[in-house]
């Protein structure tokens, strides 16, 4: 540790401002928070500062980062109990009077320190069917309008910080509905290919059934959250939720559909069949 | 995007197990700074007073007509007009004199239900009276006791819950409801001798504007007016009305939640008044 150079012994009034990281560290075995004191530098982000106890005075520290720009998603954390990016949260946003809490997402195990196993998410992902297209054009390609795509474009700025899924009290607060809730970035996933206009599988039961729509109770943590300001909620989940009650809940739908003798909705087994993570288990 | 790895040597995930130890802080402990209880407690306290003023109003059974002082003014809690106490300036739906109850009752059940299963006021109440969650990242009330009452969460997969789904029956009555109230605001120019209009006039335009606003913002209606298209450019009258119209309403639906209710207890509080003689209803022509 480097010695700080002393203000004081200069009799210099201009008292350099100083700041408190309380750092969660530690592991699965256990862990506590730990104060790290140091000056406080203008125009800093989180991530800086956190970057800086690392240097001076902690180098076994445990962060994850990479572009320092909010679009990787790689430092998701929660500072002072709120879920957000280090390098996109300003120092100058937060009180420095009282010691900054950061803390490792609470829904994800820990790895170490800051670090949490977010793998629940790419398990999750593995299980929602991608895009089955419509037949090519006569002339080999595929065209879509823009009004048709814009709102899954809304959805592609998603960076999978997944502090949506930090955040949603449903697998945060109980962690039993991992194992039959996707969280609001998949539910958006789903809802995205349900809004795709050349797609040609049908989600709606296999979103309640096994994605567990359902679980969600609009709360709207997830959009509160989220760097991206995506309308997760408004947008996505409900939007779901709707199409799953022509589905399974409207009666009238269902006897439209009898009397059109349109498609049923697709079952949530046959659903199941086409997903990467059936694919990956036959091979 | 999540690409999936299929590389055969690629490293194996950690797999997730359900009730693997997560460490971090306990997680009774609240982090945040901010004074996050501020929300629901301030919701709670609209939704409770408005609960309190509704019941007093719907039992009241007496002066939600102000036909007796000469305004043609009907609160929207007795609307449409079941008893024959509002048929001064010929008025009436139809002749329920066999109910001995407040007529107020069987009319509720329709705005109630509607906003009961709206997807903003489910937002409201889930956090502000259920406390699942209170707020963001604080812990769903009883969520931290092991084994206690609270600790499974079904959200709205279980009865009764799973019944959110038929909101769409509920907004149908809705529309029904808002053209009554619209139609009370018309007549609400009527005055025995001929048109004219009164401060309660404006208070019942207002009123109709505002349960519009409300109504076709709803989340079952953007979605039944073109937002369960996959494909708009075949429907493009749809979209429009999707786009812009329902859309812009929807992105204000809290707002139109919060006014049109707090304007719906003001309307019937404003007849009460008009009513009883407490004040008299300035004429404007
Ligand atoms: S709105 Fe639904 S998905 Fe989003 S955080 Fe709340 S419960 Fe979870
Ligand atoms: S939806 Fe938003 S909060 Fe969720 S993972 Fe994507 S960017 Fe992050
Ligand atoms: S480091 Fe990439 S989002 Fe923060
Ligand atoms: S979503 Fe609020 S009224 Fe339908």
Known sequence: MSDTPTQTSTGDTNSQKKVTLKIWRGDAGGGQFVDYTLDYLDGEVVLDVVHRVQSEQAPDLGVRWNCKAGKCGSCSSEINGKPSLMCMTRMSTLDIEKPITVSPMRTFPIIKDLVTDVSFNFEVAKKIPALRPKPREKDGTYRMAQIDIARGQEFRKCIECFLCQNVCHVIRDHEDNKAHFAGPRFLMRIAELEMHPLDTLDRRHYAFDVMGVGYCNITKCCTEVCPEHIHITDNAIIPLKERVVDARFDPVAWLGRTIMRKPKPMSSEEVAKVTPAARQNQT | ?285
């Open chain 2, 1 to 285: 995007m999540t690409t999936l790895n299929t590389e055969p040597d690629a490293p194996v995930p950690v797999g997730i197990e359900a009730n693997k130890v997560r460490g971090g802080p306990p997680r009774s402990e609240v982090l945040r700074k901010d004074k996050w209880w501020i929300q629901p407690l301030a919701i709670f306290t609209g939704l409770f007073a408005f609960i309190v003023y509704a019941t007093w109003a719907a039992l009241r059974n007496g002066h939600f007509y102000a036909g007796n002082v000469g305004r043609d003014y009907l609160s929207p809690f007795y609307s449409p007009c079941l008893t024959n106490s509002c048929t001064n300036n010929g008025y009436a739906w139809s002749d329920w004199s066999w109910w001995r109850l407040s007529p107020a009752i069987p009319i509720l059940i329709f705005p109630l239900s509607f906003r009961l299963s709206c997807y903003y006021y489910r937002k409201s109440y889930y956090r502000s009276f259920w406390l699942s969650p209170p707020s963001c990242a604080v812990p769903d009330a009883g969520s931290t006791k092991a084994g206690g009452p609270r600790s499974k969460y079904s959200g709205e997969t279980k009865f009764p819950l799973i019944l959110q789904n038929i909101h769409r029956y509920t907004w149908y009555f809705a529309v029904i409801f808002a053209g009554i109230l619209t139609f009370d605001a018309i007549a609400a120019f009527r005055f025995p001798n001929g048109i004219g209009m009164g401060l309660g006039t404006l208070i019942f335009v207002v009123n109709a504007c505002l349960i519009w606003a409300y109504t076709l913002g709803c989340h079952s209606c953007r979605h039944l007016c073109g937002g369960g298209l996959r494909k708009f450019s075949a429907s493009p009258s749809r979209h429009f009305v999707w786009k812009n119209f329902v859309s812009k309403l929807n992105e204000h639906h809290q707002l139109f939640a919060w006014l049109s209710l707090f304007w719906i207890a003001f309307a019937d509080f404003y007849t009460w008044l008009v009513s009883t003689g407490a004040i008299h209803d300035p004429r404007f022509f």
